[in-house]
């Protein structure tokens, strides 16, 4: 499995948008990228998936170069209640190992 | 729809003492499941996980055991609890032999041991 790096914390203010990149250099051919979003006390859960170029959903957009070897997490106008710790995971299609890093600690300020 | 349950939602527990946290799935058949381990501030480590019933790998050397005595039933023990095992223990299942799976997670136990 990939390694994953991701900057440790971000602070950001509301209405902004925030983009958190992960880098994975050693991304295989057939790996995947993962991003899921925990809150104090609760479980992960996930977010935003991709294997290359752009992917959108309602919550995130996740951005992937083509070389594949970082991602980038952007959260458009983010609010109070997106402080959570946000999770890069890089893996093979159907892997049944999920390998979370420390993650991204994003506090959104007032 | 598939839900998670986990129990109990906190735990205070002397060091020495035997501890059972149990997970169930409902929902879903034949489900892959896991149990985590967060210590406070920190990132998720994963302690075991089971692609079936009796099938347990282990990914940490450490003072816990699993056992899966039914397809959707997972169960973290030990015989003896010690400091270092406190932290937040969090169960999770994702389809087995899914493409592009996620991994689906339940409310967790905060454990104390004192």
């Known amino acids: 499995l990939a390694k994953t790096t991701q900057p440790i914390s971000m602070d950001s203010y509301e209405g902004q948008e925030v983009n958190i990149t992960c880098s994975h250099n050693?991304?295989?051919?057939?790996?995947?990228i993962t991003w899921y979003q925990q809150f104090p006390s609760q479980g992960p859960r996930f977010i935003i998936q991709?294997?290359?170029t752009k992917v959108t959903n309602e919550v995130a957009s996740l951005f992937i170069p083509a070389d594949r070897k970082s991602s980038t997490l952007s959260l458009p106008r983010v609010s109070l209640s997106d402080t959570a710790v946000y999770y890069c995971?890089?893996?093979?299609?159907?892997?049944?190992?999920?390998?979370f890093g420390t993650g991204t600690r994003l506090k959104v300020l007032a | 729809s598939q839900t998670i349950h986990q129990w109990p939602a906190t735990l205070v527990q002397p060091v020495g003492s035997p501890l059972s946290l149990e997970c169930t799935v409902e929902?879903?058949?034949?489900?892959?499941l896991y149990w985590y381990r967060q210590a406070a501030g920190r990132g998720l480590q994963l302690l075991f996980y089971?692609?079936?019933?009796?099938?347990i790998s282990s990914e940490v050397p450490q003072n816990l055991s699993a056992s899966r005595p039914q397809d959707r039933q997972f169960i973290l023990s030990s015989k003896k609890l010690l400091l270092s095992d406190s932290g937040f223990y969090l169960c999770?299942?994702?389809?087995?032999?899914?493409?592009?799976?996620?991994?689906?997670f339940g409310q967790g136990t905060r454990l104390t041991v004192v």
């Open positions: 929902g879903t058949s034949n489900p892959n």
């Open positions: 995971l890089v893996g093979p299609s159907g892997t049944y190992k999920y390998i």
């Open positions: 991709g294997y290359k």
């Open positions: 089971s692609v079936g019933i009796g099938q």
């Open positions: 999770a299942w994702s389809v087995r032999g899914g493409i592009n799976t996620e991994a689906f």
């Open positions: 050693n991304i295989a051919t057939n790996d995947y």
